[in-house]
């Protein structure tokens, strides 16, 4: 079982920004894609950005333009979040995938932004 650990989280003001870093096991995740999601209160879980072992990335429609996921080693990920809107308040979960294998997920960070 792969863990992921998480930091970053916080409160801040609408137009602000945020840094959140993934980190596990390089030997294992340098196979995987990583991701992030996350789940605002009532609504399911979606992705909001990935980065493939090559450094693809992609983006939901609602953060293209402010968020940014970049891929800093083999056993870190970050996701850079600038122009916050309210509506980006959520649990924010990194994720690591990788075909055939079970995923792996962090234990969440909350993500609160004020109007």
């Known amino acids: 079982q792969v863990e992921l650990l998480e930091s970053g989280g916080g409160l801040v003001q609408a137009g602000g920004s945020l840094r959140l870093s993934c980190s596990g096991p390089?030997?294992?995740?340098?196979?995987?894609?990583m991701n992030w999601y996350r789940q605002a209160p009532g609504k399911q879980r979606e992705m909001v950005a990935r980065?493939?072992?090559?450094?693809?990335t992609t983006y939901a429609d609602s953060v293209k333009g402010r968020f940014t996921i970049s891929r800093v080693n083999e056993w870190t990920a970050y996701l850079q979040m600038d122009s916050l809107k309210p509506e980006d308040t959520a649990v924010y979960y990194c994720?690591?995938?990788?075909?055939?294998?079970?995923?792996?997920w962090g234990q969440g960070t909350q993500v609160t932004v004020s109007s």
């Open positions: 390089g030997s294992i995740l340098r196979f995987y894609r």
């Open positions: 994720n690591a995938d990788r075909l055939g294998y079970n995923d792996a």
């Open positions: 980065v493939t072992r090559n450094g693809t």
